[in-house]
């Protein structure tokens, strides 16, 4: 019976259990549903053997969408227990295992997740391409993603979840002072999804810079994909990073090394030093994108050019450098003296410089223009001024002297949240209503989206407005309680009622998904926005091939000029378009890695060789498989694109 | 047979077994630590070029630019780490 | 260097666009694995004299056979460079010598150092000792690691070779590997320089 | 257009809030260190506010002035693809501000890294701060007393907090008294504030460190020195003395009220040696008298089976 006692959760409550019931009750309806519909062989063919860009974006977004859900509901909790001073709707412990994965959830699975997806989808639509540049590594990206999320939510109901921080700071995450298994499915999660994102950031940035569209030279690019060129970069040399840092934090935990423990020289420390390594820039990995959106979004509802392009490039490439080497101050606090703390305090408030340059930009870019109040609009104007407080917080945490008070405060959560809600939640939303006519061929409902953007971003100030109040009062964070003497009962209800407010905007996000899925018009035509980008050049919705014909660039808005100024995009006649096979095997490498990564937490030594075994089957597989891809003939073209036409005039 | 052998990979070859003999003068002779460190950071980045260079064939294709700049951003990032490191966790107390 | 600015001299592992989009792929991965190793080193110097109650790097570092590996890696990553070049001349027996040559050094390589976890070990620095054997076991497992996959790999390469001849493929692909082989060389370096010679200095 | 007004309204609360009668902890400091850290936030604050209040008025102005329902169907937005002087303009001004800032960052640093300004002639009180899950012991050794969970100071010396963790990364916090320092199991922190005046201040630990991080607290009370004498030779009178086997129940993980004892455990249970181990060459001339090799020997026992009793309680703890 030993062997089963480890997969029990330690603290069992209630809650855990109707999850537990939920969890098993959905995956029998998905799998009951599939089979009644006959849908397996269309799941199998159409999505978990896919290797469209386009797809596996979608797939992207849909686990974005449900970790969002999942972050969101431990959000709530939270702000819940906190409320009211005293209060005991959860303990110590289920506090600390919701917000350790709340962060985990939101940064690595829902942040990453959505950008990525709208890296996907975007991207070579927007650069003219056919697809990635290794479309095959594109879905064993995903699916490490999506196996690396599915095993940290695991976490759940077996075995029990990592309650030391998002951050998992050494010692208190080491096994004497964390024995659950939690800790090792942060580790073994994130290093799965870690290794899915950075071959995402190779495929991307070789995509980026060798399939781009005839014309389109490296300054001509729309400024999302730039963006995503420079997020890519910084991915693939930040993610190394986290990669040693776990594979240590794993060893101290199930093999005894001594990187981060308190005797035989190991130094806590360090942990959160390589931490935060890869930790800054990935704030900046997060954020870049979502640059790029509101840029696109901003030049295309202010009908206007985006001013200052070039220095908009040159700013995000600084910030890529900056991003690292800015990363003690997250702990300026650990005693490393005067001169290094002014190093890094001067580093980190140099990234200021760049960020403010882009936010004038947008205001330039709005100056002249004819502001039309679309959602991703709104989305766009409520993250100026958001982001801007969010933004100067983070120049005051910079000064460390004045950290030592804001550090490990509520004034701290204040200033990331104020930053990463607007700076990309807000971004997602936008990207995600901006081109979902793309993606899925009609428009949500603007009205149910205005509403939806009201409670978002009115519930993001309610709600964290008031820990500014409450940090500089002395609350410290991850505080499960506190008396009623302090007085921070009052800033906390506000913060709940925020939550509240935001969890409103989130459920009419999926109300108005519902609704215009029913009843909105799929006749949208393929530009329903007038845009200046590329992506909108081809037909809704996007065929496998995605352009008939390569178009030929001329400027960053390439579009645009094609509209307005007579540029002629499609020159050439139809050829024969090469595209690449679907394939199973990415999928059942992951499945491969999830059974590694779950043995290897419980320390199942027999099956993770077994699935080591299967993960290099795999490599073997793909290494002799001699697969060229096919061809679409022109007469195939001819009939998807005449068929794509008459669906419109319909 | 003398074609599979170009003269330039076997000057190279020579070159980099010249650097690993000047890297030993550290364990054979007695100097500085600042001495050794700096004849140790000379012959290894040289060696390191060599082979990138040489071996590697990092400047022969169209996508010369972007490979040095990989190279480069990487050795950038890669040396501001240990040194931030080191900075952090070891210098910044004494 | 080879001057290719248009398809007929471009040898053979370049002659299709998705074998350069590999080969710049590659190159970018090198670029991760540079951090990789950075980060490795990063953390060995924080702990490198925060031995425990372990021995220090001078008390249980031995030349010879570290000398021996080098001289083996620097060996085989100059053969393979020959390999790499007799490819280009299209004389594929020769090719296919230098890389079976390449892979017996490198597996000698990986005796070598096999030899010499053991003798750690024997010292009293096992993985478990201190920080620093942590970090030094973990910072030379990395690259060993990396010596295997990288000889599993080129058995791979070499049959696929054998079976279909010197296509753009399979020329794409040791060339590729070839990147690979030439990297740890150059972070065993590294490695030679920072780690052995510095803790023996 | 609603939402800005909803976002200058809680600005504008939050900067009523700030000046308001009930001041912030932080904002009201009752110490040299936390002076300056008061100083430093509201210098930035009012610079921040500058730059929110220019960000806000022109986003308002040119949503205002040139929002589509306002314009002719015929309007053309022009092309303007950018402006040096604007462009040095918006990178100038923020370089600006940033040197202004680095240069009070600067300052501040060295600032609250050093005795406390007007006590430099001072003798520092040293207090060693040490964290176990989850409470504080305060050993004076220059009294030879050791408190838990409350710390007694006099206003008119600047203290020196030596701050050390039997267990996870804690973080000395008295936030009116100056801001957090990390206290870490293998090395010994240096904090240095000072009470400009009596009274009574909230303590705690700002750094999580599990399940009882929440009541990690300790209240701390400043008083003139005579009074402090007074306590002193009380606690001398009346406590306990502090053995190895009470101190080794007491770090046990659990919750303790307030506790006194004489003796410290410095003597039994000495602190880490000097910054990071075989690093401390600067700072051992500093802060040890003894020969280091030997004590970390026998420091490092101790904490190890501190450590193991820890372990085990943990367990059973958590049941």
């Known amino acids: 019976m030993d062997f089963f006692e480890r997969f029990l959760i330690p603290h069992p409550s209630p809650i855990i259990y109707a999850s537990m019931a939920a969890i098993v009750l959905t995956t029998i309806a998905i799998i009951v549903g599939l089979t009644y519909f006959k849908k397996w062989g269309y799941l ?22 449900l970790m969002l859900f999942r972050g969101g509901v431990d959000a709530i909790m939270m702000r819940a227990q906190t409320s009211m001073p005293e209060n005991t709707l959860l303990d110590a412990q289920h506090y600390n295992e919701i917000f350790s994965t709340h962060g985990v959830v939101m940064i690595f699975f829902m942040a990453m997740g959505f950008i990525i997806a709208l890296m996907n989808f975007v991207i070579p639509l927007q650069i003219g391409a056919r697809d990635v540049a290794y479309p095959r590594l594109n879905a064993v990206s995903f699916w490490l993603y999506f196996m690396g999320a599915m095993l940290f939510n695991l976490s759940f109901v077996i075995g029990g979840s990592p309650s030391s921080g998002w951050t998992s700071y050494f010692p208190l995450a080491g096994s004497e002072l964390s024995p659950s298994v939690g800790t090792n499915y942060y580790m073994l999660a994130l290093q799965i999804s870690g290794l899915g994102t950075l071959m995402t950031g190779i495929n991307f940035i070789v995509t980026i810079l060798k399939m781009r569209a005839p014309g389109m030279t490296l300054m001509k690019m729309p400024m999302f994909t730039w963006s995503g060129l420079i997020t890519n970069i910084i991915i693939v040399f930040a993610f190394p990073v986290l990669t040693v840092a776990l594979a240590m934090g794993t060893m101290d935990r199930l093999f005894g090394t001594n990187f981060f423990t308190t005797t035989d020289g190991g130094m806590d420390m360090l942990w959160a030093n390589l931490f935060w390594v890869w930790g800054h820039p990935e704030v900046y990995i997060l954020i870049l994108p979502a640059f790029g959106i509101y840029s696109e979004v901003i030049s295309t509802f202010a009908k206007r050019n985006l001013y200052g392009y070039n220095s908009m490039v040159a700013s995000m490439v600084v910030i890529s450098l900056l991003s690292f080497v800015v990363w003690v101050h997250h702990f300026f606090t650990m005693g490393q003296g005067a001169m290094v703390n002014s190093i890094f305090s001067i580093t980190t408030m140099a990234i200021a410089i760049p960020t403010g340059i882009k936010i004038f930009n947008w205001l330039l870019t709005l100056w002249k223009g004819k502001i039309v109040f679309t959602v991703p609009m709104l989305y766009s104007l409520a993250f100026i001024p958001i982001f801007t407080i969010g933004g100067v917080t983070g120049v005051m945490l910079g000064m460390s002297a004045a950290d030592y008070q804001y550090h490990n405060t509520m004034f701290l959560v204040a200033h990331f949240h104020l930053v990463i809600i607007p700076g990309v939640v807000f971004a997602m939303l936008a990207g995600l209503t901006y081109w979902w006519p793309k993606m899925f061929g009609f428009m949500l409902n603007e009205r149910i989206g205005k509403w939806a953007f009201s409670f ?12 500014f109040i409450s940090g500089l009062d002395g609350q410290a964070r991850r505080m499960y309680t506190y008396s009623e003497s302090t007085g921070f009962g009052i800033w906390n209800m506000i913060s709940f009622i925020g939550a509240i407010g ?7 996000i999926v109300y108005n998904i519902y609704y215009s899925t029913r009843y909105a018009s799929r006749d949208v035509g393929d530009d329903p926005w007038d845009a200046r980008s590329l992506e909108w050049a081809t037909h809704n919705p996007v065929p496998e091939y995605n352009f008939a014909i390569t178009p030929h660039v001329n400027s960053s808005q390439a579009l645009w000029d094609s509209k307005k100024n007579g540029h002629t995009l499609f020159r050439d006649g139809l050829k024969e378009i090469h595209m690449p096979n679907n394939s199973g095997v990415p999928f059942v490498m992951s499945v491969f890695f999830f059974i590694f990564g779950f043995s290897f937490i419980f320390s199942m030594w027999i099956t993770v060789i077994a ?6 089957a795999c490599m073997l597989h793909r290494s002799f498989e001699n697969d060229h891809g096919h061809h679409i003939s022109v007469e195939e073209i001819k009939r998807t694109e005449s068929e794509v036409r008459g669906a419109k005039n319909e | 047979m003398k074609e599979l052998f170009p003269a330039k990979h076997v000057m190279g070859f020579i070159f980099s077994l ?37 071996f590697m064939h990092a400047g022969e294709s169209e996508d010369k630019n972007t490979i040095y700049t990989s190279v480069y951003y990487g050795i950038i990032i890669a040396v501001i780490t240990v040194l931030g490191t080191m900075l952090a966790m070891i210098w910044g107390y004494v | 260097m080879l001057k290719m600015n248009n398809n007929n001299t471009q040898p053979l592992e370049y002659s299709t666009e998705q074998g350069r989009m590999n080969i710049l792929g590659f190159w970018i991965f090198i670029g991760a694995e540079i951090m990789l190793f950075g980060t490795l080193f990063a953390s060995y110097f924080t702990l490198e004299t925060r031995t425990g109650s372990g021995p220090a790097g001078a008390e249980i570092f031995e030349l010879p056979p570290v000398l021996a590996e080098t001289l083996l890696l620097l060996t085989s990553s100059f053969i393979i460079g020959l390999g790499i070049h007799a490819m280009r001349l299209g004389r594929k027996k020769a090719m296919m010598t230098f890389f079976i040559i390449t892979l017996i050094l490198g597996a000698a390589f990986l005796g070598f150092e096999i030899y010499e976890f053991i003798h750690y070990v024997h010292e009293g620095a096992s993985l478990q000792t201190s920080a620093f054997t942590s970090i030094l076991l973990t910072t030379l497992g990395t690259h060993g690691l990396h010596v295997t996959f990288g000889l599993a790999w080129g058995i791979v390469i070499l049959i696929q070779v054998i079976k279909r001849g010197l296509t753009p493929q399979t020329a794409n692909k040791s060339f590729i590997f070839s990147l690979y082989w030439h990297f740890l060389d150059v972070v065993w370096i590294f490695i030679f320089s920072f780690i052995y010679l510095k803790g023996m200095m | 257009m609603k939402m800005k007004w909803v976002m200058l309204a809680s600005l504008f609360t939050l900067l009523a809030v700030l000046t308001g009668c009930e001041p912030l902890l932080v904002l009201d400091p009752e110490g040299p260190q936390a002076q300056t850290q008061a100083n430093v936030i509201w210098i930035s604050i009012a610079i921040m506010s500058v730059i929110v209040i220019v960000v806000f008025a022109m986003l308002a102005y040119i949503l205002y002035k040139y929002r589509a329902s306002k314009q002719s169907d015929s309007y053309e937005p022009p092309y303007i693809k950018g402006n040096v002087i604007v462009e040095s303009l918006i990178v100038g001004i923020p370089v600006l501000i940033v040197i202004v800032l680095s240069v009070i960052s600067v300052q501040s640093n060295y600032k609250v890294e050093a005795t406390p300004e007007g006590y430099e002639n001072d003798e520092p009180l040293v207090v060693y701060a040490s964290s176990s899950d989850w409470k504080w012991h305060f050993s004076y050794p220059e009294q030879d007393i050791e408190t838990v969970n409350y710390l007694y100071v006099p206003t008119d010396r600047p203290l020196e907090f030596r701050l050390y963790s ?20 293998d090395m010994i922190t240096t904090l240095h504030l000072a009470a400009d005046n009596a009274g009574e201040f909230m303590g705690r630990n700002a750094n999580f460190s599990g399940e009882g991080f929440a009541e990690n607290t300790f209240s701390v009370e400043a008083m003139p020195q005579q009074e402090f004498n007074d306590w002193v030779k009380e606690v001398k009178q009346t406590a306990d003395p502090l053995t190895e086997d009470k101190f080794n129940e007491l770090l046990e993980p659990g919750h303790l009220g307030q506790l006194t004892f004489t003796g410290t455990h410095l003597e039994f249970n000495p602190p880490p040696q000097g910054h990071h181990e075989g690093h401390g060459a600067g700072s051992e001339g500093e802060h040890n008298d003894e020969s280091s090799s030997e004590h970390d020997a026998h420091g490092e026992h101790e904490s190890d089976s501190g450590h193991a009793d820890e372990t085990e309680e943990n367990t059973e703890h958590q049941h």
């Open chain 1, 502 to 508: 935001l969890a409103i905007g989130f459920i009419l």
């Open chain 4, 166 to 185: 039997y267990g996870p990364i804690t973080s000395f916090w008295i936030p009116q008294l100056g801001g957090q320092k990390y206290a870490m199991s």
């Open chain 1, 611 to 616: 699935s080591l075994i299967g993960i290099f």
């Open chain 2, 18 to 54: 010249v650097l690993t003999g000047v890297a030993l003068s550290v364990y054979f002779f007695d100097m500085s630590f600042f001495m050794g460190m700096t004849i140790l950071l000379v012959t290894a980045f040289a060696q390191a070029a060599l082979q990138l260079v040489l």
């Open chain 1, 456 to 467: 978002i971003s009115i519930g993001t100030c309610v709600a964290f407005f008031p820990m």
């Open chain 1, 44 to 65: 199998w063919r159409e999505w978990l053997t896919t290797v469209d860009h386009k797809k596996i974006g979608i797939m992207y977004l849909i686990s974005a969408l």
